[in-house]
């Protein structure tokens, strides 16, 4: 790092405005679209199916396509690339706005997914890169604060504006923070760059259609029949191409996935961690918030306003989870999260009735919150623990990729429960489906606590910062 680095010249407030105002967009449309859907279904005439595609549009391009964004910004430079997918999500949102049935929008939402794709892993890299070792828990705290804002103010912007003017201007607001965001990342984040190796085509190809094949399968499997040749064969197709893309990934000299990565055991159990995580929370999202409108009757807003709460309190938690990260460690924080978050699916599903009184929920709703909050930056911290700077870039793309593959698979397999049982976007049956679609997800998170006692502990982070605050400090007295 040269004595131009962006942490040398550049005010910390700044490149954290410009790395995460960018991602705070994307986040924000991860959940902005669920207290939408009711009113997709009834003015767009969408299926139960074709709602899960417009969350899975996203989640899926998002997931085939990041570790790909993540080598095109080593070779070609990451804010370039950045940059790019700041546009793409922009115009991408305005497209969607313009979508006049559901096919148009679920393509329009895979349009975003492959911005967001070069989004997400990137911001995290460039604000890593961009702030001291020591600084970096609490920069990172941060970031992860703006991510919970996004998945706190979304449902609560999703529902206003829905209710206020119309679905359409969910993804107009878009336009201007992507236009902000694009002026911020040219002032405050210079070009970097990591190992320019050829592009992993092949590597792509087989990872993005796998991912497609499983999640397919799943999303057909109650209409199409569980044994029928459509589903069964996508199921099949997917697991296969998967594991002939793990096999490529071993054998390539330039993987889209280094598999050395993942004998670093902070990475590897975070990564774990991370997918059980996505997958138990965002699919009893899905689940819930449409329980709220379609048996209690709420509107769009004031299903948002019930389910802050839950969504607010990453927004508080987030920040302070990575203030003391550094001096606590990840692993206390990550299994509590989780621990909180499955405990409160179980108290919802025991809880849940058509006619539940809302003071009910509101004890489970702030203990998921917390949860989502103590899990959200210790977890990215924990990533990029014991990862050199140059796999930054790499780890960061590898843990988005999974954690959207969680959220994808989480509502695909949650929602095959939900209409397994008989579940329907109707008040008559919704209570007795979606509870044990609420169960599975509570105990996702509950399996994904036990295995996240197994990430290093605090003495693991402090090594690491110490030798990093070393190095820096090396560099900076030979420029």
Do not use: C
Request: aromatic share 8%; glycine share 10%.
């Amino acid at each position: 790092m040269s004595a131009t680095s962006p942490r040398a010249v550049r005010p910390i407030w700044l490149v954290l405005l410009a790395a995460a105002l960018p991602m705070f967009m994307a986040t924000l449309d991860n959940l902005v679209m669920t207290n939408a859907l009711p009113v997709l279904h009834a003015e767009l005439g969408a299926s139960v199916e074709e709602l899960q595609w417009f969350i899975n549009a996203y989640t899926l391009a998002f997931a085939s396509t990041i570790l790909m964004a993540v080598a095109l910004g080593d070779r070609y430079g990451r804010r370039t690339v950045f940059l790019f997918g700041i546009v793409l999500f922009t115009v991408s949102s305005a497209f969607a706005a313009l979508s006049t049935d559901p096919t148009q929008l679920i393509v329009a939402r895979a349009l975003q997914g492959f911005g967001g794709a070069a989004i997400m892993p990137l911001s995290l890299a460039l604000l890593a890169g961009s702030v001291s070792a020591a600084r970096r828990p609490l920069a990172i705290g941060i970031w992860g604060g703006v991510s919970g804002l996004g998945v706190a103010v979304g449902p609560l912007i999703g529902g206003a504006i829905v209710e206020g003017l119309n679905w359409q201007s969910i993804f107009w607001i878009n336009v201007p923070i992507g236009i902000i965001s694009i002026a911020l990342v040219a002032i405050a984040l210079p070009n970097s760059f990591g190992a320019r190796a050829r592009a992993d085509v092949l590597g792509l190809v087989l990872a993005g259609l796998g991912i497609l094949g499983l999640v397919f399968g799943i999303v057909r499997g109650n209409d199409a029949g569980w044994t029928s040749v459509e589903v069964l064969g996508s199921l099949v197709a997917g697991v296969a191409l998967l594991i002939g893309f793990l096999v490529w990934e071993s054998r390539t000299s330039s993987p889209l996935l280094p598999l050395r990565l993942f004998r670093d055991r902070s990475f590897t159990v975070a990564n774990i961690v991370g997918f059980g995580f996505s997958f138990g929370i965002f699919g009893a999202i899905f689940l819930l918030i449409q329980f709220l409108q379609v048996v209690q009757g709420a509107s769009p807003f004031e299903a948002a306003l019930q389910t802050s709460p839950w969504t607010l309190a990453p927004m508080v938690v987030a920040p302070l989870a990575g203030a003391f990260v550094g001096r606590v460690g990840f692993r206390p924080f990550i299994v509590a999260g989780l621990v909180l978050q499955s405990a409160a699916l179980f108290w919802i599903a025991l809880t849940m009735s058509s006619d539940v009184a809302y003071a009910t929920l509101v004890p489970p709703f702030i203990l998921a919150g917390i949860g989502m909050g103590l899990v959200f930056a210790p977890s990215s911290t924990a990533v990029l623990a014991t990862m050199t700077e140059r796999d930054h870039a790499k780890a960061s793309g590898a843990n988005s990729t999974i954690r959207e593959i969680g959220v994808a698979l989480g509502i695909a397999v949650l929602t095959a429960v939900f209409t397994g049982n008989g579940g329907e976007l109707t008040p008559t049956g919704y209570v007795d489906a979606a509870v044990p679609a609420v169960i599975v997800g509570a105990a996702v998170l509950l399996v994904a606590a036990i295995g996240a006692l197994a990430l290093p502990g605090r003495r693991v982070l402090a090594e690491q910062q110490a030798v990093e605050t070393t190095a820096e400090s090396r560099e900076l007295t030979t420029v």
